[in-house]
């Protein structure tokens, strides 16, 4: 049964403010940090942590009001000059608001916070007595504890299973082994749980982000992916009162249009045709086409949301990173207000965390090589979000080292992930792309933060489910800019209707760059298989019956030049019927390879819509057909 009977309105309302002061107060804190001086910014973090104090005190959350309190009082000492800001002390209350944060998904789960940590209170209580220098003194655990003995591995806080056996059979429990050390039994006060740089960067992420409602206490889930069930939490919105207005207002429009065509309809079914009755038809249904585009662009809208929401939690992953890793970092937000559909919010989480990891520590240097550089010791990390037409652009950049495109290919090569002859016929766009392939890494020892090979490949799968595309840009010395494009929505998808035949596929417009001829006489074949010469540039073509596994009736009469993350290239079809905002639905249960999902067209017809990077995928090392193929089609036509 639920702690809060009875409250569990008020108790999603505290949620929802507390936790967004709560990302505020992590943001402010990181800038705090940085400038120690600024009093609006403590003013701010003093306000945002009494309201959160305040909403607890009504909830009678005792433990949570007591750990606020005690913060609280921090920054009051901080306002008045009695403090000044350190790392240790940002390290204590760094520590404090990761508790704080967990104490609200033990709250999401209907139950009372447990209390804190008593060593996060007593590093608390010493810090505001003055004597913080001896509490971070102490010793942190190891990240991970040397398995001297099967018993030493066990956690501190596992359960006494002898004693439990005990319990359930009566027998008593057997004397605890002499290899169990002491320190095991000791208090867990004696830990300092503020040195963020003793902890493992998974770690750090998990108390940035936040614990889920279904993480039980003091447990470390891990920290990517999403659970069904927060999902179905997830499923609630905050929409504008201004867009559902604009949204009643457009329904009642289109209402009033449909009485309009109901009347026309029967004065036509009673044999008015004159020129006044039809040309009051056209108008009615150009007003209705108008107005439906009107209410779904609005319908949309009320699925935008802020990116901002989501860049909330990122300067507290970067500062605690960097300070694991030694650095000085600071990252700078731009674009928050940019809006972006709030599925693709919540799917661009972990490719953001991988990039920003990946630019701390990859990207940026250490201050003794920035300073031999020199470069200041501070670097700096741009996460930006920005419109660009229909598509929403994403900025994560660093003024770090570049990449150097010879040695990325020179280790692809010593990891056997190419070939000799790949390497010698990459540009330098092609090579940097080398580091989203499965298993590549420059480091040659894996660390905590990085090194398996593994966090590039995830983002680059990630961003190419939500239909979009990531590009590298660098230059040694000066930085690296990963550049990730995505539509505004994944519910309308515009497209190019093209034909196989009589029957029409969908593809996505955003890779369609121009339509071209094509004439058998201009196929060329380099490398074993078909190319077209498009201003100079050389260009395989996929033929739509390749790719999908049908046989060819005749050569193709147009080429659709198309572009992905990966390469150019020309799809080879038979006609194509014209563009349309397709409405994307899902086949329930059911989703042939190389399919995203179908549409309707305006006769009813349904219609797949091709998913070109799955299709790519499938072809392996078959990149394209030979000239032949085309000559063969062109006889069977003959």
Partial sequence: MSDFAGMEDLLQDFLVEATDLLSGVDNKLVDLEQNPQDHGLLNEIFRGFHTIKGGAGFLNAAELVTLCHLTENLFDKLRNGEMTVTGELMDVIMAATATVRDMFGQLEGGVQPTPADPGLIASLKAALSGQLVVAAATPAAPAVPAPATPAAAMPATSPDWDQLFGAMTGAAPAPAADAVSPALTSAPAAVAPADVTQQLPEQIIQHA??????????????????RADEKSRDNTIRVDTSRLDQVLNLSGEIGLTKNRLNA????????????????????????????????????????????????????????????NLGKDVELVLSGEDTEIDKTMIEDLSDPIIHLIRNAVDHGVESPEDRRAAGKPEKSQVRLEARQEGDHIVLLVADDGKGMNAERLRAKALEKGLITDEEANTMDERQSLALVFLPGFSTKDVASDVSGRGVGMDVVKTNIQKLNGNIDIRSEVGKGTTFVISLPLTLAILPVLLVQLGEQPFAVPLSMVREILPIDVEQVQEVGGRATMVVRGEVMPIFP???????????????????QTADQTFILAIDGFMGREDAVIKSLEGFRPKGVAGVTTLSNGQIVLILDMKELLADLGENRGVPRSAFMAAEQAAA
């Fill in 264 to 323: 026309l309809r029967s004065d036509i079914l009673n044999g008015r045709t004159d020129t006044d009755t039809l040309h009051s038809l056209d108008q009615a249904v150009s007003q209705l086409d108008l107005l439906v585009s009107d209410l779904q662009n609005a319908v949309m809208k009320t699925r935008m949301q802020p990116i901002g929401r989501l860049f909330q939690k990122y300067p507290r992953i970067a500062r605690d990173l960097a300070r």
């Fill in 209 to 226: 982000i936040g614990r889920r409602a279904t993480d039980k206490p003091g447990t470390m889930s891990a920290p990517m992916g999403r």
């Fill in 544 to 562: 739509i019956s390749h790719l999908l596994g049908w046989a060819p009736e005749k050569v193709p009469d147009y080429g659709v030049l198309m």
